[in-house]
């Protein structure tokens, strides 16, 4: 099987992937813990295929791990740290937030994270029964054995569904291999690429050093031909076959006894395991599995399959997300801040948050002079200073974004205004300025204010795409939190450096009493 070009459209995407929401709030929940347990995270995050590249990824580029040193999970999650595993999973949440799989009505995902997880548990179990010196490594490359299926589902998930129900349906009289060489070409048609492959590049590029990218690109393969492959990838391979017993819907009742004995004659080709012992290991696994789901509220019908029930998770997950990424962002702020330092690199701090909670490199800050009533440009990511300086608008200019969201005292963007006045024209010119700047299609503005001593502090202003503006207007109370949390953050370092000013101006005054 030779490795195809993966679509350079989805690379970008593959830091989006999915998780299951039941994981995410479980992990929301646990490291908020004072008392927080390293090895509930670990169990955890080894739930949830979408969570452990992530960590991997991130483990790669430390120094503190590599993956063909660290022979268990638990130890990497300690040496990253808890600070860095916390931003991990909040950063996971908010992703989680935004995406496409907020209301997954077909349980698409749930479905996912049931094959990811019998499989993992089935490469354990194999791993340890044939004496592998690492059952860690077999449970992750199981795990992750259709990690490409995420990307899948994230570049389209009806029309991929739809295909891959189609083969079932047309596969019902055939073998698993005939099935699988089928889904493979499937999914070449549709993404460039089959799932072990996409799985195995993602792979290969956090552990080079490793076999887990060739146990997944070779999990379709026959058993014939991984005899005498190293254990992980054989183990793995015949681990997702296995795991094909379990799908006794897409097979007829007269024909799954036979499905089944096909595929323990595999097994049998490549380890002396007799059909006994093999269905008692699968039996095990899946009364892990459900234990697991168990353990994650997450509910099993009468057929033994996931109920997609994600649309009262994701709104649980939201209110999560609410408190406890802005907390953590606001948190994270305060305690990296020197008091009494210059107010712009607080302002620069809160631009990166609102860089990583919502994906908006591209902005500005406009601050705020009482005296002058008017705002002017301090910092801008990607506009020289000499640019910004130039800008200075007073509160009456109540035609510009900027003054129109301090005054109503909440997020305001471009298409608020084109919805008011029918027409793009209706923009004020230094509104279109900014938009040629930020080299953008649409404008948001966010202000930053006390609003109990009606205190304004400034507006930020990013620029971005009218696609993206629609998906962030949809959350407008996490935009409201975000403005309502920085504000704090900024109201909090000025009141520190007030007092610090003044403790300062006693003392000096106590050294020198006839100084004026």
């Not at 300690?78 to 077909?106: E, P, R, W, Y």
């Not at 999990?219 to 992980?232: D, F, N, S, T, Y």
């Not at 702020?333 to 302002?347: D, F, V, Y």
């Not at 205190?455 to 202003?461: D, E, H, M, R, W």
């Amino acid at each position: 099987m030779q490795q195809s070009p993966l679509n350079q459209s989805l690379k970008i995407e593959l830091e989006k992937l999915p998780s299951m929401p039941h994981a995410l709030l479980q992990l929301l929940e646990v490291v908020s813990d004072p008392d927080v347990d390293f090895d509930q995270i670990s169990a955890l995050i080894q739930a949830d295929p979408a969570l452990m590249i992530k960590v991997m990824s991130i483990a790669n580029s430390s120094a503190n791990y590599q993956l063909n040193k660290c022979k268990r999970f638990n130890h990497l999650i300690v040496a990253l740290g808890l600070k860095t595993v916390k931003t991990i999973i909040v950063n996971s949440a908010v992703q989680q937030f935004f995406s496409q799989f907020n209301v997954d009505n077909k349980g698409l995902l749930a479905q996912f994270w049931q094959a990811s997880l019998v499989t993992a548990g089935i490469a354990e179990s194999l791993a340890h029964i044939i004496g592998s010196n690492n059952e860690d490594e077999a449970y992750i490359a199981g795990l992750l054995h259709k990690l490409g299926e995420l990307v899948c589902l994230s570049h389209n998930a009806d029309s991929y569904s739809q295909k891959t129900s189609e083969n079932k349906g047309n596969g019902k009289n055939k073998l698993l291999y005939e099935q699988q060489s089928q889904q493979t070409r499937i999914e070449q048609d549709f993404i460039g690429a089959s799932i072990p492959e996409i799985g195995a590049l993602i792979v290969n590029d956090i552990a080079k050093n490793s076999l887990l990218g060739d146990a997944i690109l070779y999990q379709r393969e026959p058993a014939k031909e991984i005899i005498g492959a190293p254990h992980l990838v054989q183990v793995v391979n015949l681990a997702q076959k296995l795991s094909e017993t379990f799908a006794a819907d897409s097979i007829p009742d007269n024909q799954h006894c036979e499905f089944n004995n096909s595929i323990y004659r595999e097994v049998s080709d490549v380890f002396d395991l007799n059909q006994p012992l093999l269905e008692d290991m699968l039996k095990k696994c899946y009364s892990n599995f459900l234990d697991t789901a168990k353990s994650m509220d997450i509910t099993i019908n009468d057929s033994n399959k996931i109920e997609p029930d994600t649309h009262k998770v994701q709104m649980a997950l939201a209110e999560n997300v609410r408190t406890i990424a802005l907390s953590s962002s606001l948190q994270q702020i305060n305690s990296e801040r020197q008091a009494g330092g210059p107010e712009k690199e607080l302002i620069i701090q809160i631009m990166q948050q609102l860089n990583i909670l919502f994906d908006l490199p591209d902005s500005l800050f406009f601050g705020f002079n009482a005296d002058a009533k008017q705002l002017y440009g301090l910092y801008g990511s990607s506009i020289p200073e000499h640019l910004l300086t130039q800008f200075t608008i007073p509160l009456t200019a109540n035609a510009t974004l900027a003054v129109q969201s301090l005054l109503k005292k909440k997020p305001v963007s471009s298409q608020d205004t084109i919805s008011q006045n029918h027409s793009e024209n209706k923009k004020s010119v230094l509104d279109r300025q900014l938009l040629r700047l930020l080299n953008a299609e649409e404008l948001l503005c966010i202000p930053l204010l006390d609003s109990i001593e009606n205190k304004y502090f400034g507006v930020l202003v990013s620029g971005l795409s009218s696609i993206r503006l629609q998906k962030i207007k949809r959350e407008k109370g996490l935009l409201h939190e975000f403005s309502k949390a920085s504000s704090e953050v900024i109201s909090h370092d000025r009141n520190i450096t007030e007092q610090v000013q003044s403790k300062c101006s006693q003392l000096s005054k106590k050294k020198n009493p006839y100084s004026h």
